[in-house]
């Protein structure tokens, strides 16, 4: 454990029985500023890699310097939305800010320099110019308003209607999943002024049909553009369409090559085989594999190689033991609602909403239902806890524990993760029950 400072926060409080786990929150959060006041030169030139540094100085304190017992959490080390930790109100409890998040749902966009969230009940996306370096930092720019203040949807272009997910394509594009409108727009580069902003995307995919085709959408909840394809995660239709070039007009008729979970594309059924899906909502690849978050069947498909022709069956299953199966529990192989997926390539990380929690998987899967090697938002070995907010792990929520001594929300819960995203040596978890996001060394 980190002792010294451990031991100095808990004297600062004025008491010898505070805890062990508030004792090294204390204690993490004071190595924090100072760890952030040491890379404060990496900011400037390299904000990605100051992020890194400073998660990987996080959690050697938090595991005593190298030399010490492991700890029992995994800790955020940043949070944005709110101002600190313990805040949990959409917008704090007011209107939106330029700092502020309501219900934020799916995955964040980022390069490791820039960062864009969907922030989903506020009818908007916000922008930084460059990764915030502190708690609660302001926002430089916002997509779907003409101001910080403002949060009503529409249906023009420069407006939007529950955002979900947000992502940068490997060629600098930005993509947002525009969830209320039906539809998924487009800037071939992620814009970083107002003027550009204003100027619309350049493209849009989905034009509110309202049965399936090759271009409609219902409620797409994900989307990521991968080596110049287009992915997306049409979830009311219980699919995954698959662009194999970027769409170029605006008039969101341009077909898709390819879909997933569905034998053609004018089906929409749901089921539990490898070649099906139930409402799926969210979607990693590198190009090469490819990762389905299928909602409503408890579990994540695995292609090993990305697939080439409709219809194409997953390879692996995780959350269940075989396909044709969706039984749903909280366990280190099983889900409750992944609603999130992302990876390095290597390993992959799943947001298990209704477990209120993350998983990380220390490999790509090989074999169906494979377990998770640790957890995020619950005691980080304890694969069985699955309360919301419960930093005493006590099963129970702690704003309605009588022990409750630091609010609904710290720098370990989570309420409700819907979203999951690792880029440049940060995780970050969109914690949609406490209106946040936060940032974690993966």
């Given at each position: 454990?980190?002792q010294p400072?451990?031991r100095r926060?808990c004297t600062?409080?004025g008491?010898?029985?505070i805890?062990?786990?508030?004792?090294?929150?204390?204690?993490v959060s004071m190595h924090?500023?100072?760890a952030?006041q040491?890379?404060s030169?990496?900011?400037?030139?390299?904000?990605?890699?100051?992020?890194?540094?400073?998660a990987a100085s996080l959690?050697?304190?938090?595991?005593?310097?190298?030399?010490?017992?492991?700890?029992?959490w995994?800790?955020a080390?940043?949070?944005?939305?709110?101002?600190n930790?313990q805040q949990?109100?959409?917008?704090d409890?007011?209107?939106p800010?330029?700092?502020t998040?309501?219900t934020?749902?799916?995955?964040?966009?980022?390069?490791?320099?820039?960062?864009?969230?969907?922030d989903t009940?506020?009818?908007?996306?916000?922008?930084?110019t460059?990764?915030?370096n502190?708690?609660?930092?302001?926002?430089?720019?916002?997509?779907g308003?003409s101001d910080?203040t403002?949060?009503?949807s529409?249906?023009?272009l420069?407006k939007?209607s529950t955002?979900?997910t947000?992502?940068?394509?490997n060629?600098?594009?930005?993509?947002?999943?525009?969830?209320?409108?039906n539809?998924v727009?487009?800037?071939?580069?992620a814009?970083t002024?107002?003027?550009a902003?204003d100027?619309?995307p350049?493209a849009v995919?989905?034009?509110?049909?309202?049965s399936?085709?090759?271009?409609?959408?219902?409620?797409?909840?994900?989307?990521?553009i991968?080596n110049?394809?287009l992915?997306v995660c049409d979830t009311?239709?219980n699919?995954?369409?698959?662009?194999?070039?970027?769409p170029?007009?605006?008039?969101?008729?341009?077909d898709?090559n390819?879909?997933?979970?569905q034998?053609n594309?004018?089906?929409?059924g749901?089921?539990d085989?490898?070649?099906?899906m139930?409402?799926?909502s969210?979607?990693w690849?590198?190009?090469?594999?490819?990762?389905?978050?299928?909602?409503?069947?408890y579990?994540?498909l695995y292609w090993?190689t990305?697939?080439q022709?409709s219809?194409?069956?997953a390879?692996?299953?995780v959350g269940?033991?075989?396909f044709?199966?969706?039984?749903?529990?909280?366990s280190s192989s099983?889900f409750?609602s992944?609603?999130?997926?992302?990876s390095d390539?290597?390993?992959?990380?799943?947001?298990?909403?209704?477990s209120?929690?993350?998983?990380?998987?220390?490999?790509?899967?090989?074999?169906?239902?494979m377990?998770?090697?640790?957890?995020?938002?619950?005691?980080n070995?304890?694969y069985?806890?699955s309360?919301?907010n419960?930093?005493?792990?006590?099963?129970k929520?702690?704003?309605?524990?009588?022990?409750q001594k630091?609010?609904?929300a710290?720098e370990?819960?989570l309420n409700?993760?819907?979203?999951?995203?690792v880029e440049?040596?940060?995780?970050?978890?969109?914690?949609?029950g406490?209106?946040?996001v936060?940032?974690?060394s993966?």
């Amino acid at each position: 454990m980190f002792q010294p400072l451990a031991r100095r926060a808990c004297t600062m409080q004025g008491s010898a029985t505070i805890g062990r786990k508030s004792c090294l929150r204390l204690g993490v959060s004071m190595h924090f500023r100072r760890a952030f006041q040491a890379q404060s030169f990496l900011s400037r030139s390299r904000p990605g890699a100051a992020l890194a540094a400073v998660a990987a100085s996080l959690l050697l304190a938090a595991c005593g310097g190298g030399g010490g017992d492991k700890t029992d959490w995994e800790t955020a080390f940043q949070v944005i939305g709110h101002k600190n930790f313990q805040q949990d109100d959409p917008n704090d409890g007011s209107t939106p800010q330029a700092y502020t998040l309501a219900t934020p749902y799916g995955n964040v966009g980022t390069d490791g320099t820039k960062l864009y969230v969907a922030d989903t009940a506020n009818n908007r996306v916000l922008v930084w110019t460059s990764i915030p370096n502190a708690n609660g930092g302001a926002a430089n720019l916002v997509i779907g308003q003409s101001d910080f203040t403002t949060k009503t949807s529409g249906t023009a272009l420069g407006k939007l209607s529950t955002p979900n997910t947000v992502s940068i394509g490997n060629g600098g594009q930005l993509v947002i999943a525009d969830t209320g409108n039906n539809r998924v727009l487009i800037w071939n580069t992620a814009p970083t002024t107002q003027a550009a902003i204003d100027a619309g995307p350049d493209a849009v995919v989905g034009d509110g049909g309202a049965s399936p085709t090759a271009h409609t959408l219902n409620g797409p909840t994900s989307a990521i553009i991968v080596n110049n394809k287009l992915i997306v995660c049409d979830t009311g239709n219980n699919r995954v369409l698959i662009w194999n070039t970027i769409p170029t007009t605006k008039s969101g008729t341009t077909d898709a090559n390819l879909v997933l979970g569905q034998t053609n594309f004018t089906s929409n059924g749901d089921d539990d085989d490898a070649k099906s899906m139930y409402q799926p909502s969210s979607v990693w690849s590198d190009g090469a594999q490819l990762l389905v978050a299928d909602t409503q069947n408890y579990r994540v498909l695995y292609w090993r190689t990305f697939p080439q022709v409709s219809g194409t069956a997953a390879l692996n299953v995780v959350g269940q033991t075989d396909f044709s199966r969706s039984t749903h529990s909280t366990s280190s192989s099983t889900f409750q609602s992944p609603t999130g997926v992302t990876s390095d390539g290597a390993q992959f990380w799943v947001a298990d909403s209704g477990s209120n929690r993350v998983l990380k998987f220390s490999a790509m899967p090989t074999v169906n239902g494979m377990s998770a090697s640790l957890v995020y938002g619950q005691d980080n070995q304890n694969y069985t806890a699955s309360a919301a907010n419960d930093d005493d792990q006590n099963g129970k929520t702690d704003n309605t524990d009588d022990d409750q001594k630091n609010g609904a929300a710290t720098e370990h819960t989570l309420n409700g993760p819907t979203g999951v995203y690792v880029e440049s040596g940060v995780l970050y978890i969109t914690d949609r029950g406490n209106s946040r996001v936060e940032m974690y060394s993966p």
